[in-house]
């Protein structure tokens, strides 16, 4: 696979943005009507970009085409009090269905809600992942007063700090693998560290995951090299576009790259790695250069990608979210 070869220019109607809100990762799905779903971070804009701690909320937009445009519908999974564990903060959907119903994996925590220019440590060491589910992605979406992948107890352990950013695929042995972010203590706190990612295996999509050992997309004498899977099923194996945090697995530094796996606990670098560099290729205007390229998350029709959606800005001034189709595979 060459997942850089598929991607199209963008027609200017991919680009989902809000003057009053940062928008930032996106994931969408169809339902059985035909109409796309996209789930989205959002937090206002006047709280500054590092508000996403706290302040961000996972929102709902829809539209006819699963490149947009979309249209803002409602807030899926909005602050709901300080005493859930995440009561105050919501991010990082990525949003499936399995069966009859839908899936809503997301980042979520709670903190003392202060605004900060910096980190709001109180905040991103409470990170728990969590699943909301519903019968339609309209909602009702149910959450639960305790989160689907916790820290671990062992104050040794890779994710004894914090745990985010989940994303969840089906085997074709039925087995659903979970690969998520995590923080242990090892360094100094607050920041702790080393930032890994791990993998969780369960015959489930929303209970019973069980933490597998050893850390995934990782490289010898790299201490924080990736960020942001998505993975999916496809081909009889797994792919992973990952956030290549400074060129770790390629030529060209800050990038999206892919991996491939047999069984979603072993990863490799695939053998064509670039999926994008920082840059957005428009239909009208041609290529333009972005600071930032994060959050990957692809839509499939028929087990097939048809869309990237990807967070992107030119600063930390302001953020949105583009739909990049894709062509078929070659």
Do not use: C
Not at 57 to 83: F, N, W
Not at 121 to 134: D, E, F, L, M, T
Not at 136 to 155: A, E, F, M, T, V
Not at 196 to 213: C, E, G, M, T, Y
Request: no cysteine; net charge neutral; aromatic share 10%.
């Amino acid at each position: 696979m060459d997942m850089n070869q598929l991607l199209l220019p963008v027609p200017s109607h991919a680009k989902f943005i809000d003057p009053d809100y940062y928008i930032w990762g996106a994931s969408m799905v169809e339902d059985d009507q035909g109409q796309y779903h996209l789930f989205y971070s959002r937090w206002p804009k006047a709280y500054g970009h590092n508000a996403w701690l706290t302040h961000s909320e996972i929102a709902h937009a829809v539209a006819d085409s699963p490149t947009g445009p979309y249209k803002h519908l409602d807030v899926a999974l909005p602050a709901r009090g300080q005493e859930y564990w995440d009561g105050l903060d919501t991010h990082n959907p990525t949003v499936h269905k399995f069966g009859d119903k839908y899936y809503l994996y997301y980042m979520g925590n709670t903190g003392d809600g202060k605004i900060s220019k910096g980190f709001n440590w109180s905040h991103r060491n409470n990170q728990r992942i969590g699943v909301a589910v519903a019968n339609h992605p309209n909602g009702p979406w149910k959450r639960s007063d305790k989160p689907l992948i916790d820290i671990s107890s062992n104050k040794d352990a890779h994710d004894a700090l914090m745990v985010s950013n989940p994303s969840i695929a089906q085997r074709a042995d039925g087995k659903f693998v979970l690969v998520y972010k995590a923080v242990g203590k090892q360094k100094a706190l607050p920041g702790g560290g080393p930032v890994v990612h791990l993998v969780a295996l369960s015959d489930n999509p929303d209970k019973d995951f069980v933490k597998q050992a050893n850390p995934v997309f990782t490289k010898p004498g790299e201490a924080f090299p990736a960020e942001d899977p998505y993975i999916w099923s496809q081909d009889s194996q797994l792919w992973a576009i990952v956030k290549d945090m400074h060129g770790a697995f390629s030529e060209v530094g800050q990038s999206l790259v892919l991996f491939e796996s047999t069984d979603g606990l072993d990863w490799h670098v695939a053998t064509n790695p670039l999926v994008s560099k920082l840059q957005i290729n428009w239909r009208a205007t041609g290529i333009h250069k972005v600071a930032h390229l994060e959050r990957p998350q692809l839509w499939l029709k028929d087990g097939v990608p048809k869309v990237l959606f990807a967070a992107a800005d030119e600063n930390r001034e302001h953020s949105f979210n583009v739909h990049i189709p894709l062509a078929a595979k070659k």
